[in-house]
């Protein structure tokens, strides 16, 4: 009996050992949420690249795309409507045999200033009247954001076409009608901003220090509100490119004949069933400016919330 007990506890011991052994050597397994955290960085900051790379390049060819090609205005009517791909005109001619590349090259400049200028005049005037009013009394913060919550009563395309209309076409007046549109979305992101930060213990020691309000705005607030308004505004161009074609194209934007993206989607739409292709290749130079702007907010999202990587 003694020696079954001995065998009994051998075994035991044996099987105990072999467990161990087999514990010691098993790699304890890393989470795959944790393990695809540097993945996931990795896309975002090629994401980054990427995009801000074809948003850069979008903006030099508004700059130096009218001095590299020729007169978008010239054309013959024996060469109208060309297809794409024809001899001597790779996208192909308008109604009045006008090549369509030179065109859309030429017409960069005014879709990109209608698109990136009303984003920067409203950022300047919004982020200003939401510090304001977020550092300000309740008296004085109740006027400024219900001032501006009127406009939000009104969809924001039917504004900006009511106040183009109301002004006159024109790149000046496209302009302000898109910078009117943008000011309240803006101002909004930056009180909302402002309003988090300013029971903060490094906003109270500024008030402690006798700084007065201008000083705390600059040194306090933007430095730390400046991402919030970077994403947004970077995506509101993708979407002011879409508005400011719009307007163009109901004629309420630049004035023809001068070449622009949205203006000529309105000369093309009238051939459209015969040669639909020509009134596509505008319409969609629009639409790739947009998603570029508006994958670059995102992308700039990801790198500039510090708050979500830390959650990552």
Known sequence: MTQIFRLRG??????????????????????RAAADVPRRRHARRWSLYITGFLAIA?????IIGPFIVGDPNTGTVTARLKGVGASGHLLGTDGQGRDMLTRLVAGARPSMISGVVPVLVAAVIGSTLGVFAGLSGRVVHAIIMRALDVLYAFPAVLLAIAIAAALGP??????????????????????TETARLRDMDFMEAARASGANRASIALRQVLPNIGPALVVYCTAAVGLCLVYAGGLSFLGLGVAPPAPEWGSMLNDLRQYIF???????????????????????????RDALDVRKEARA
């Open 58 to 62: 979008l903006i030099l060819l508004a």
């Open 274 to 300: 015969t040669n639909p292709t020509l009134a596509l290749i505008p319409a969609t130079v629009i639409g790739l400016a947009s998603i570029i702007f508006n994958l670059l907010g995102d992308a700039l």
């Open 170 to 191: 024109g790149t000046k007046n496209a302009i302000i009608s898109l910078s009117v549109v943008l000011i309240p979305p803006i101002a909004r992101i930056a009180e």
């Open 10 to 31: 051998d075994a035991a011991g044996e099987a105990l050992a072999e467990v161990t052994e087999a514990a010691n050597l098993e790699t304890v397994p890393v989470p």
